[in-house]
């Protein structure tokens, strides 16, 4: 199957344009210095090294997250939207991360029908997770499902063959449209069986890939529905330098397939210091209520249950950000949505009695950059409104998501001949001598 859609048109035509623009950017300019490396980059996992290209998104520390230029606002105003009344449909940013302009309705449901068209999984597939104990945590069984797809990717079957360098965007982007369709199905396919009954829910014909995805669940809820296409639209990207991102980037950049750059990303995104994150803050806040009896606590007894965990050398979950200075958009997106469809929730409610406690108490310790709440902290309560209580399929749901910009990223890597990642190590005595000389000089 080959896709013969308008997305796939404008990519033809931009990414030789992209490729021209980028060499002679390096031809005319590639001395010019963009930033300094200091050890303590070297040695903090090369924290704000300025040493990746990445179009489809950039993380303002103010602004939060912008896709293609777009803020969340603009997005949730300017995508189409399935209805009237709905969220807009995650796929309208796929375009829009692949493109760099704002996908027509047209073009949106063009793209729903192509994805619609490869959800079939094959049966090996089904057979492989099927094997997995069904106790497996989820993202396990995730990755090795993505990982099983890979007998048929185009993009290695076509290399094998002796494939044109300028044909491999057009087989990554082919490997991406089945891999996007098959990821709700599967991950659907993962929740029920271990959780539910075991039993596959088929997709909607009528539904867009986001809200199938919450059906085949098996949470047949408009509301939720919405919320669906919200958390994927808004998780979809993050830059290309966090830790599932650049994963899939890398392992790419080796010639490997999106089936193998995906499996890995999602391996990269189960680490606690990644995907987790929104399980923690649950967890946290779930036991801040079950201090008070379940019942949504006041300002004065959040504020106590975060000073005592702060005492007890612990962070808060979910506040604080590695980049943001400022309250994240993604959660704000979040919040109107609670405040809109459950704002008597008594979870939500103790979410937003945080907001008016934690960030005072994060400013008075004096050491943390930003004491706001990131996405993380909202995500969980919204999910559990719903049902969706199991907290280890969290990430699962995340990393659908997130494939929409690392499978973006992917194309667009091949399309500009994005060359293999090879950065150069230095040893610690070499860094050693570099102080050594730097304070010689200075003393100088």
Same mark, same amino acid.
């Given at each position: 199957?080959?896709?013969?859609?308008?997305?796939?048109?404008?990519?033809?035509?931009?990414?030789?344009?992209?490729?021209?623009?980028?060499?002679?950017?390096?031809?005319?300019?590639?001395?010019?210095?963009?930033?300094?490396?200091?050890?303590?980059?070297?040695?903090?996992?090369?924290?704000?090294?300025?040493?990746?290209?990445c179009?489809?998104?950039?993380?303002?520390?103010?602004?939060?997250?912008r896709?293609? =230029?777009f803020t969340?606002?603009e997005?949730?105003?300017?995508?189409?939207?399935? %209805?009237?009344?709905?969220?807009?449909?995650? +796929?309208?940013?796929?375009?829009?991360?692949?493109?760099?302009? +704002?996908?027509?309705?047209?073009?949106?449901?063009?793209?729903?029908?192509?994805?619609?068209?490869?959800?079939?999984l094959? =049966?090996?597939?089904?057979?492989?997770?099927?094997? +997995?104990?069904?106790? /497996?945590?989820? /993202?396990?069984? *995730?990755?090795?499902?993505?990982?099983?797809?890979?007998?048929?990717?185009? *993009?290695?079957?076509?290399?094998?063959?002796?494939?044109?360098?300028?044909?491999?965007?057009? %087989? /990554?982007?082919?490997?991406?449209?089945?891999?996007?369709a098959?990821?709700?199905?599967?991950?659907?396919?993962?929740?029920?069986?271990?959780?539910?009954?075991?039993?596959?829910?088929?997709?909607?014909?009528?539904?867009?890939?986001g $809200?199938?995805?919450a059906?085949? /669940?098996?949470?047949?809820? !408009?509301?939720?529905?919405?919320?669906?296409?919200?958390?994927? +639209?808004?998780?979809?990207?993050h830059?290309?330098?966090?830790?599932s $991102?650049? #994963?899939?980037?890398?392992?790419?950049?080796? &010639?490997?397939?999106?089936?193998?750059?995906?499996?890995?990303?999602?391996?990269?995104?189960?680490?606690?210091?990644?995907?987790?994150?929104?399980?923690?803050?649950?967890?946290?806040?779930?036991?801040?209520? !079950?201090?008070?009896?379940?019942?949504?606590?006041?300002?004065?007894e959040?504020e106590?249950?975060?000073w005592? #965990?702060?005492?007890?050398?612990?962070?808060?979950?979910?506040?604080?950000?590695a980049?943001?200075?400022?309250?994240?958009?993604?959660?704000?997106?979040?919040?109107?949505?609670?405040? !809109?469809?459950?704002?008597?929730?008594?979870?939500?409610?103790?979410?937003?009695?945080?907001?008016?406690a934690?960030?005072?108490? &994060?400013?008075?310790?004096?050491?943390v950059?930003?004491?706001?709440?990131?996405?993380?902290?909202?995500?969980?309560?919204?999910?559990?409104?719903?049902?969706?209580?199991e907290?280890?399929?969290?990430?699962?749901?995340?990393?659908?998501?997130?494939?929409?910009?690392?499978?973006?990223?992917?194309?667009?890597?091949?399309?500009? *001949?994005?060359?293999?990642?090879?950065?150069?190590?230095?040893?610690?005595?070499?860094? !050693?001598?570099?102080?050594?000389?730097?304070?010689? =000089?200075?003393? %100088?």
């Amino acid at each position: 199957m080959e896709a013969n859609i308008t997305l796939k048109k404008t990519l033809a035509k931009l990414l030789p344009e992209w490729k021209a623009e980028l060499s002679a950017l390096v031809k005319e300019h590639g001395k010019v210095k963009v930033d300094e490396v200091c050890i303590d980059q070297v040695m903090g996992g090369m924290r704000d090294i300025k040493a990746l290209p990445c179009d489809t998104s950039y993380l303002d520390s103010m602004e939060g997250i912008r896709f293609r =230029g777009f803020t969340i606002p603009e997005l949730r105003e300017k995508l189409p939207k399935p %209805a009237a009344d709905a969220i807009p449909s995650p +796929l309208g940013i796929w375009h829009l991360l692949l493109t760099g302009k +704002l996908p027509t309705a047209a073009e949106v449901n063009e793209l729903e029908g192509e994805l619609k068209k490869r959800a079939a999984l094959p =049966g090996y597939v089904l057979k492989a997770i099927d094997a +997995l104990p069904k106790d /497996m945590h989820p /993202m396990t069984q *995730f990755s090795i499902g993505v990982l099983a797809m890979q007998k048929e990717s185009v *993009f290695a079957h076509n290399y094998s063959k002796g494939m044109k360098k300028d044909q491999h965007w057009d %087989a /990554m982007f082919e490997d991406s449209l089945t891999l996007l369709a098959r990821l709700p199905v599967i991950a659907a396919y993962i929740y029920r069986r271990t959780y539910k009954d075991g039993k596959a829910i088929p997709a909607d014909p009528k539904l867009d890939w986001g $809200a199938n995805f919450a059906h085949m /669940m098996g949470v047949d809820n !408009k509301d939720y529905q919405n919320l669906a296409r919200l958390y994927l +639209l808004l998780h979809s990207d993050h830059e290309s330098g966090n830790v599932s $991102a650049h #994963t899939g980037l890398l392992v790419g950049s080796a &010639l490997s397939d999106i089936y193998y750059s995906v499996s890995a990303a999602l391996n990269g995104l189960a680490g606690p210091l990644h995907g987790l994150a929104t399980q923690e803050c649950l967890n946290w806040i779930q036991g801040l209520m !079950k201090a008070h009896g379940g019942k949504t606590p006041t300002k004065a007894e959040v504020e106590k249950y975060a000073w005592d #965990t702060l005492n007890a050398g612990r962070v808060i979950p979910g506040y604080g950000h590695a980049v943001l200075r400022n309250t994240d958009p993604r959660y704000v997106a979040q919040s109107d949505f609670g405040a !809109k469809y459950l704002p008597n929730d008594p979870v939500y409610k103790t979410v937003t009695t945080m907001l008016e406690a934690i960030p005072p108490i &994060l400013r008075q310790l004096g050491k943390v950059k930003n004491p706001w709440p990131n996405v993380d902290a909202m995500t969980g309560c919204l999910q559990q409104h719903y049902g969706v209580t199991e907290t280890d399929f969290y990430t699962v749901i995340f990393g659908v998501s997130r494939a929409l910009g690392i499978t973006a990223q992917a194309v667009w890597a091949r399309g500009v *001949f994005f060359p293999i990642e090879r950065p150069k190590s230095v040893t610690t005595q070499m860094l !050693k001598d570099a102080a050594s000389k730097a304070k010689a =000089g200075a003393a %100088a």
